[in-house]
């Protein structure tokens, strides 16, 4: 089944406890990005890759970090999260065949304390 | 002026009514139009891409008006399974893979 995963689903931790989120597609889609969503404010893109190696900034990168090592795999890391970093996260993945459409991940809820 | 407005709603419509949701952008040369459906939290499923001539997709029609900048949706003969937040997307032509969402516009339909 195509699809996207992201691990963990839920997440409970406290501030400066580094973290991974992972995200990995198996539909060899080039495209991959990561959003917040917070109440009121909608989904705001955290990074995206256009492919392996290629990374670049969406409109809040601060306090993130991602890599792309392989072409199915994208993790968000957190290397000292905050209390303002607690949202819905999402992984996406897109084709690179013009339309831009977009397949979600399940969301990772993150609580930072 | 924030790059994708919505109107957040809620719209509630009774079963079997016409809804129309728009959607302004302020960069003039986006490229990219789409509308996504997520329920409850859930990950956004995409609905329909938005074409310059507009386009139908059974009881939902997309149009794209680049004078006024702005997207828009009609749902006809609305079904309680409508209901969900729409999201409008754009890709704002500025290089990479650049994207904005709006914040959403709630709908319940109601028996």
Known sequence: ?113 | RKEVEQDPGPFNVPEGATVAFNCTYSNSASQSFFWYRQDCRKEPKLLMSVYSSGNEDGRFTAQLNRASQYISLLIRDSKLSDSATYLCVVNPNTGGFKTIFGAGTRLFVKA
């Open chain 1, 1 to 113: 089944e195509a699809q996207v995963t992201q691990n963990p689903r839920y997440l409970i931790t406290v501030t400066g406890k580094k973290l991974t989120v992972t995200c990995s597609q198996n539909m060899n889609h080039e495209y991959m990005s990561w959003y917040r969503q917070d109440p009121g404010l909608g989904l705001r893109q955290i990074y995206y890759s256009m492919n392996v190696e290629v990374t670049d900034k969406g409109d809040v990168p601060e306090g993130y970090k991602v890599s792309r090592k392989e072409k199915r795999n994208f993790p968000l890391i957190l290397e000292s999260p905050s209390p303002n970093q607690t949202s819905l996260y999402f992984c996406a993945s897109t084709p690179q065949d013009g339309t831009l459409k977009q397949f979600f991940g399940p969301g990772t809820r993150l609580t930072v304390l």
